[in-house]
């Protein structure tokens, strides 16, 4: 089966700086990857989403970047701030294999420090 | 419109009790899905229902847990009996709306379950 890893698993930022995760999954057919965050107390929000026919997707100050060929791909938030703080869960799906279950990563706790 | 909801937020039981949480699904999503969070690890797949049918149960841990979505709504998961091993944050999502593919999935804000 599939398995997700993602590194690291805390990171903490001067507020304004950029903050990058990484994540690598083993299933070469995995063909979607969701990014998720979650705050305290709460359910993880889907924040950006990437499909393999495509090596990048941005929206405001998050971007996914991803390498079919390594088999990974990577959340990049610029411009940190304080409420970006969280805990965020990349994963990784095959989609057309008729069940849609997400494989997870361990998540990364991100401090933004005003 | 709605999110996904999910009842009660919190339960606490006692080992060899029984428990259901309850999820219903965003409005019009014919895939609805169930994860587990257990302490320090992480989110895993339970199962995951298309309407009222079971497209894949691969991840449900024993037969001590039932899943049923009669009618293709809301969904409940039964416990039954709880194990100290079942404890964590049972998460439900669902999928399938006009926004995003079918694999686009929308979580709810779990259900803390602790059983001591």
């Known amino acids: 089966g599939e398995n997700v890893e993602q590194h690291p698993s805390t990171l903490s930022v001067q507020e304004g700086d950029s903050a990058v995760i990484k994540c690598t999954y083993s299933?070469?057919?995995?063909?979607?990857f969701p990014w998720y965050k979650q705050e305290l107390g709460k359910g993880p929000q889907l924040i950006i989403d990437i499909r393999s026919n495509v090596g990048e997707k941005k929206d405001q100050r998050i971007a996914v970047t991803l390498n079919k060929t390594a088999k990974h791909f990577s959340l990049h938030i610029t411009e940190t701030q304080p409420e970006d703080s969280a805990v965020y869960f990349c994963?990784?799906?095959?989609?057309?294999?008729?069940?849609?279950?997400?494989?997870f990563g361990k998540g990364t706790k991100l401090s933004v420090i005003p | 419109e709605a999110g996904v909801t999910q009842f009660p937020s919190h339960s606490v039981i006692e080992k060899g009790q029984t428990v259901t949480l309850r999820c219903d699904p965003i409005s019009g999503h014919d895939n609805l899905y169930w994860y587990r969070r257990v302490m320090g690890k992480e989110i895993k797949f339970l199962l995951h229902?298309?309407?009222?049918?079971?497209?894949?149960e691969s991840g449900m841990p024993n037969n001590r847990f039932l899943a049923e979505r009669t009618g293709g709504t809301y969904s409940t998961l039964k416990v039954q009996p709880a194990e100290l091993e079942d404890s964590g944050v049972y998460f439900c999502a669902s999928s399938g709306g006009l926004a995003g593919g079918q694999e686009t999935q929308y979580f709810g804000p779990g259900t803390r379950l602790l059983v001591l």
């Open positions: 229902f298309v309407k009222e049918s079971k497209q894949d």
């Open positions: 994963a990784a799906l095959r989609r057309g294999a008729g069940s849609y279950q997400l494989t």
């Open positions: 299933d070469s057919a995995s063909n979607y």
